[in-house]
């Protein structure tokens, strides 16, 4: 069965300082994975998506993901963070050999900037 | 396109009654999904389809029914609502199996 994990439940970074946000994953197929926003009282946005080739992805608002698959990782970063990044991040995985189709979330990520 | 619009964005309901939250897309998806977020939680996948006439269970199933008539509507029904069923509802829906999965802006419910 496929699952993901965010092992942090909030991370705190000042503003201007690199942001690493992290996700972990099992899938027993290839994984499709991808990264959301959410901010408050607002549905999820998409940010980038891994389906296969480079394992460096590039993804809205300057934010980017890297695959490792021996680390099966897929951990979310920015160079330099923003106030405006505050927000809950989610990770999510699909196994493409999965009949199911299911899409499955982490239990997301807080995220704080502080000026 | 309006995407995935979800009605409606919020609803009390006494305990025992029933509602239908409703979720419509225009973007022709195959994929639909329903989620629920409890506060300060991750999303929970209640129901799924694959196409108009298919439906399938998700993590969490009980207390719901879903039905799939056509691409674009893809209904949530809550029967004797209870307590443990207050949260938020998300509708979603993706073209592809690897593609990117598009919400719906959410429907907070209170059961009391």
């Known amino acids: 069965a496929q699952s993901v994990a965010q092992p942090e439940d909030q991370v705190n970074v000042a503003e201007g300082n690199p942001l690493t946000v992290k996700c972990t994953y099992s899938?027993?197929?290839?994984?499709?994975l991808f990264w959301y926003v959410q901010y408050p009282n607002r549905g999820l946005q998409f940010l980038l998506k891994y389906i296969t080739g480079d394992n460096l992805v590039k993804g809205s608002y300057g934010f980017e993901a890297e695959f490792n698959k021996s680390q099966t990782s897929f951990h979310l970063k920015k160079p330099s963070a923003l106030v405006s990044d505050s927000a809950l991040y989610f990770c999510a995985v699909r196994d493409e050999d999965s009949s199911a189709s299911k899409i499955i979330f982490g239990s997301g990520t807080r995220l704080s900037i502080r000026p | 396109n309006a995407g995935v619009t979800q009605t409606p964005k919020f609803r009390i309901l006494k305990i025992g009654q029933s509602m239908t939250l409703q979720c419509t897309q225009d973007?022709?998806?195959?994929?639909m999904y329903w989620y629920r977020q409890d506060p300060g939680m991750g999303l929970k996948l209640i129901y799924y389809?694959?196409?108009?006439?298919?439906?399938d269970k998700g993590e969490v199933p009980n207390g719901y029914n879903v039905s799939r008539s056509t691409t674009e509507d893809f209904p949530l029904r809550l029967e004797l609502a209870a307590p443990s069923q207050t949260s938020v509802y998300f509708c979603a829906s993706s073209p592809l199996a690897q593609g990117r999965t598009f919400f719906g802006q959410g429907t907070r419910l209170t059961v009391v």
């Open positions: 973007m022709n998806h195959n994929y």
């Open positions: 899938v027993s197929g290839n994984p499709y």
């Open positions: 389809s694959v196409g108009a006439g298919i439906t």
